[in-house]
């Protein structure tokens, strides 16, 4: 594979409403970020994948887009987006758009004028279907619940939208549409951006009809003819978030020579603690095992013919210090240590989403009222017309609700945790007064310093990069062990993946030196070798 510079890099996700603010006016900006940026040089990182910042109505928080070249007011304007791209290239840290193209705003010109009438030059834009018997064309149903199928009562007809009813979806089968979309891409390429992360990107080659939404048959088409009308031209990166992808569908993405994206962000391992074949709010406990399983699948299956983000975390999904971690403030820091070193030892290219460099966790609410986000807010509504109770309701959306990642960024301890001094848009996690960026700077054991060392451990070491992966011990119901390789060198990671005591019944192999670990004054001989609550080592060995 030749090599790259976004495979040996690390990525940091903003999300921009909960980063910093800079006017208090309660909502994150860019000028925030620009005030950040040399706290993130320091982490080590070197791409920034932004969140949306463009023109919306907010929906969906951003991902219903109005006008894809101007900057949401809120957020500040296209010069401060201008001076972020230049301020983050002094620090050698590049920007990764958000690209969200799957769908629109309803409040996107081309839909206004759409749904204006049949003839309407836009109309082809959208996804529109005749009432069936007077109902939904048929039975797809919307990611954020209720049907897919929104009637415009101008037309009579149905329009699609796979999330919510603001935002419709484009109909990737008009040339004219896909023309619009390499446009809006080349403007901000233009701009120096580093790249794009393409927003359920496996979805735009649909079929309504068929009902099939994901991997449709026309979807590598489309983005071979996006690299070539695009970014092809440009040494950047992108990602692709794929939902449904195997490590097969992912080498169609990803592998060089078929020239279309740079890298996969799946999801495989995300849904290990649901219930099969229903939804992220049916929960059932992880499955270790299957967790090392399908991690390690991924590891080996890619070979040097694709290439996968390493994630835990982000926007969407919950803390993964109180999902698979411990929130406990005893456990806090071992397990976040713990679940990092797993992941950034692996192969891949490593997300860090903001606030998981300090340990944040979840924020459970008692009442619906406390809740921003559409998804849970529709997801409630469903569940209490079909009968569940809000106490049940309200359990799911504590554990896996994506406000949870949403909480506004814990600065320092002072008033709104150095977010906002006005009203912040979405209240803080109460710990902030305890667990906060400027503490963690303070301490050179933190959970910040940690995954600093993890991101210079990348940086410093190819075998972190492209060594071989080798699981060990994969039916051992506490411990996840791996090996990773290169020419003559060879490192284990070992991690108790829980809050007990476990000892090691592997082979024994002679130890070389101690890379990093999360207790001090780790044991060295892995004969009658014990790994303490949530402890990880990194052995280099002979
Ligand atoms: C995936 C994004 O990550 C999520 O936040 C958004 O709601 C949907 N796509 C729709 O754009």
Same mark, same amino acid.
């Given at each position: 594979?030749?090599?790259?510079?976004?495979?040996?890099?690390?990525?940091?996700?903003?999300?921009?409403?909960?980063?910093?603010?800079?006017?208090? %006016?309660?909502?994150?900006?860019?000028?925030?970020?620009?005030?950040?940026?040399?706290?993130?040089?320091?982490?080590?990182?070197?791409?920034?994948?932004?969140?949306?910042?463009?023109?919306?109505?907010?929906?969906?928080?951003?991902?219903?887009?109005?006008?894809?070249?101007?900057?949401?007011?809120?957020?500040?304007?296209?010069?401060?987006?201008?001076?972020?791209?230049?301020?983050?290239?002094?620090?050698?840290?590049?920007?990764?758009?958000?690209?969200?193209?799957?769908?629109?705003?309803?409040?996107?010109?081309?839909? @206004?004028?759409?749904?204006?009438?049949?003839?309407?030059?836009?109309?082809?834009?959208?996804?529109?279907? %005749?009432?069936?018997?007077?109902?939904?064309?048929?039975?797809?149903?919307?990611?954020?619940?209720?049907?897919?199928?929104?009637?415009?009562?101008?037309?009579?007809?149905? *329009?699609?939208?796979?999330?919510?009813?603001?935002?419709?979806?484009?109909?990737?089968?008009? /040339?004219?549409?896909?023309?619009?979309?390499?446009?809006?891409?080349?403007?901000?390429?233009?701009?120096?951006?580093?790249?794009?992360?393409?927003?359920?990107?496996?979805?735009?080659?649909?079929?309504?009809?068929?009902?099939?939404?994901?991997?449709?048959?026309?979807?590598?088409?489309?983005?071979?003819?996006?690299?070539?009308?695009?970014?092809?031209?440009? %040494?950047?990166?992108?990602?692709?978030?794929?939902?449904?992808?195997?490590?097969?569908?992912?080498?169609? *993405?990803?592998?060089?020579?078929?020239?279309?994206?740079?890298?996969?962000?799946?999801?495989?391992?995300?849904?290990?603690?649901?219930?099969?074949?229903?939804?992220?709010?049916?929960?059932?406990?992880?499955?270790?095992?299957?967790?090392?399983?399908?991690?390690?699948?991924?590891?080996?299956?890619?070979?040097?013919?694709?290439?996968?983000?390493?994630?835990?975390?982000?926007?969407?999904?919950?803390?993964?210090?109180?999902?698979?971690?411990?929130?406990?403030?005893?456990?806090?820091?071992?397990?976040?240590?713990?679940?990092?070193?797993?992941?950034?030892?692996? #192969?891949?290219?490593?997300?860090?989403?903001?606030? !998981?460099?300090?340990?944040? @966790?979840?924020?459970?609410?008692?009442?619906?009222?406390?809740?921003?986000?559409?998804?849970?807010?529709?997801?409630?509504?469903?569940?209490?017309?079909?009968?569940?109770?809000?106490?049940?309701?309200?359990?799911?959306?504590?554990?896996?609700?994506?406000?949870?990642?949403?909480?506004?960024?814990?600065?320092?301890?002072?008033?709104?945790?150095?977010?906002?001094?006005?009203?912040?848009?979405?209240?803080?996690?109460?710990?902030?007064? !305890?667990?906060?960026?400027?503490?963690?700077?303070?301490?050179?054991?933190?959970?910040?310093?940690?995954?600093?060392?993890? @991101?210079?451990?990348? #940086?410093?070491?190819?075998?972190?990069?492209?060594?071989?992966?080798?699981?060990?011990?994969?039916?051992?119901?506490?411990?996840?062990?791996?090996?990773?390789?290169?020419?003559?060198? #060879?490192?284990?990671?070992?991690?108790?993946?829980?809050?007990?005591?476990?000892?090691?019944?592997?082979?024994?192999?002679?130890?070389? #030196?101690?890379?990093?670990?999360?207790? /001090?004054?780790?044991?060295?001989?892995?004969?009658?070798?014990?790994?303490?609550?949530?402890?990880?080592?990194?052995?280099?060995?002979?």
């Amino acid at each position: 594979m030749e090599k790259k510079w976004w495979q040996d890099s690390v990525i940091y996700q903003i999300y921009p409403r909960s980063f910093q603010d800079s006017n208090d %006016d309660g909502i994150g900006d860019l000028r925030g970020i620009i005030k950040r940026l040399d706290y993130l040089e320091k982490l080590g990182i070197d791409a920034i994948w932004l969140s949306p910042v463009y023109q919306s109505p907010n929906d969906d928080n951003g991902y219903d887009i109005s006008d894809y070249e101007s900057i949401l007011p809120e957020f500040g304007t296209m010069e401060d987006m201008e001076e972020l791209i230049a301020e983050g290239k002094k620090r050698n840290i590049k920007f990764i758009m958000d690209l969200v193209v799957n769908h629109t705003s309803d409040e996107h010109p081309w839909f @206004i004028e759409a749904k204006k009438s049949k003839e309407n030059p836009y109309r082809d834009y959208y996804i529109w279907r %005749d009432p069936v018997d007077g109902k939904e064309p048929n039975d797809l149903q919307s990611i954020f619940s209720g049907s897919a199928w929104e009637l415009d009562e101008t037309t009579g007809q149905y *329009y699609l939208h796979l999330f919510s009813k603001k935002q419709p979806d484009l109909n990737w089968e008009n /040339p004219a549409v896909q023309q619009e979309i390499w446009k809006l891409m080349n403007f901000w390429l233009k701009k120096g951006i580093g790249g794009f992360r393409m927003d359920v990107i496996d979805l735009v080659g649909k079929i309504p009809d068929q009902k099939i939404t994901g991997n449709g048959p026309r979807l590598h088409e489309y983005l071979k003819k996006m690299n070539q009308e695009t970014f092809g031209k440009y %040494d950047v990166m992108t990602v692709g978030e794929t939902w449904g992808a195997t490590p097969e569908i992912a080498k169609l *993405y990803s592998n060089p020579d078929r020239q279309e994206l740079s890298m996969v962000f799946q999801f495989e391992h995300i849904g290990l603690d649901e219930q099969p074949g229903k939804s992220k709010w049916d929960y059932q406990p992880l499955d270790f095992i299957k967790l090392k399983r399908v991690l390690s699948k991924w590891q080996t299956e890619l070979g040097n013919e694709g290439w996968n983000s390493l994630f835990w975390n982000n926007h969407d999904l919950p803390r993964i210090i109180s999902r698979w971690g411990n929130d406990s403030p005893e456990y806090r820091e071992l397990s976040g240590k713990m679940l990092a070193t797993l992941l950034h030892l692996m #192969k891949g290219t490593p997300y860090i989403y903001q606030g !998981e460099e300090i340990g944040m @966790i979840n924020t459970p609410v008692s009442s619906i009222e406390e809740i921003d986000d559409i998804e849970s807010i529709n997801m409630y509504q469903e569940r209490i017309k079909q009968g569940y109770e809000s106490k049940d309701i309200l359990k799911s959306i504590n554990r896996k609700g994506r406000d949870n990642a949403r909480r506004p960024m814990q600065w320092d301890n002072s008033l709104n945790g150095g977010f906002t001094k006005g009203k912040p848009w979405l209240s803080l996690n109460e710990s902030y007064t !305890e667990l906060n960026v400027e503490k963690a700077l303070a301490d050179p054991n933190s959970i910040f310093y940690y995954y600093q060392q993890l @991101i210079t451990l990348r #940086k410093e070491n190819p075998l972190v990069v492209w060594g071989d992966y080798k699981e060990l011990l994969p039916d051992d119901p506490h411990l996840f062990v791996y090996e990773r390789s290169l020419a003559n060198e #060879k490192w284990l990671v070992m991690a108790n993946f829980y809050n007990k005591s476990a000892s090691y019944h592997g082979e024994i192999q002679e130890i070389d #030196k101690v890379v990093l670990s999360n207790y /001090p004054n780790p044991q060295q001989n892995l004969v009658g070798m014990t790994l303490k609550p949530y402890e990880v080592i990194v052995f280099k060995l002979k």
